[in-house]
């Protein structure tokens, strides 16, 4: 248990609808990273926060987005949804914006 | 060129014994580091090892060591003992700072089996 929380596990949703995956980093880190892991584009960075602020963007599309709360947890907020984002999305922290990142479980996004 | 090379899609080796995964990088930066992270079929990351451009050393955990050399921009990550948990697909990534923000960018995976 690398002590990233991710809710929730599996998500099913169809074609054009917005959901929001959340990420709780571990007690004390102020990093927190989004991935995407898709079995034709591998793992992919798509944000960084670090204390709240967006500190890189990776290759994040315009209908996603995200940010980071005053208690450090943060969203990503997957909106007008296409077949092609079906993925893993991994939230990954680590204690400031170098070393290693711990990754949580994932969430698996089903677009139907 | 892409930023993080494994070459080696799938590999097998026998129990006991020990295995390389090789990894090759690109990068202008002076700063970066370097890391393992192994993937079972569960599907979580797990951090393996970290090795920071300026350690002189190779880094090492338990079975876990990372061969190092950074005029061929090579970070081969060797495995001793290989046990049957260790299936799984194991990812190089490399951490740099272009700009002053931090990136990371991921390999393709290496994918390995481990023989009874």
């Known amino acids: 248990d690398s002590g990233v929380t991710q809710t929730p596990k599996h998500l099913i949703t169809a074609t054009g609808q917005r959901v929001t995956l959340r990420c709780s980093p571990r007690?004390?880190?102020?990093?927190v990273y989004w991935y995407q892991q898709s079995l034709d584009q591998g793992l992919q960075f798509l944000i960084h926060y670090y204390n709240g602020e967006e500190r890189a963007k990776g290759n994040i599309l315009e209908r996603f987005s995200a940010q980071q709360f005053p208690d450090l947890h943060s969203e990503l907020n997957l909106s007008s949804l296409e077949l092609g984002d079906s993925a893993l999305y991994f939230c990954a922290s680590s204690v400031d914006e170098g070393n290693e990142q711990f990754f949580g479980p994932g969430t698996r996004l089903t677009v139907l | 060129a892409q930023k993080i090379t494994q070459t080696q899609p799938g590999m097998f080796v026998q129990e006991k014994e020990a295995v390389t995964l090789d990894c090759t990088y690109d990068?202008?930066?002076?700063?970066?580091?370097l890391f393992w992270y192994k993937q079972p079929s569960s599907g979580e990351m797990i951090f393996l090892i970290y090795?920071?451009?300026?350690?002189?050393q190779n880094a090492t955990e338990g079975r876990y060591s990372l061969n190092f050399q950074k005029a061929r921009k090579s970070a081969n990550l060797v495995i001793s003992a290989s046990q049957l948990g260790d299936s799984a697909m194991y990812f190089c990534a490399m951490r740099e700072r272009p700009g002053g923000y931090q990136k990371v960018t991921f390999g393709t995976g290496t994918k390995l089996q481990v023989i009874p």
């Open positions: 007690s004390g880190d102020l990093s």
């Open positions: 090795q920071g451009s300026y350690d002189e």
């Open positions: 990068t202008s930066d002076q700063s970066y580091g």
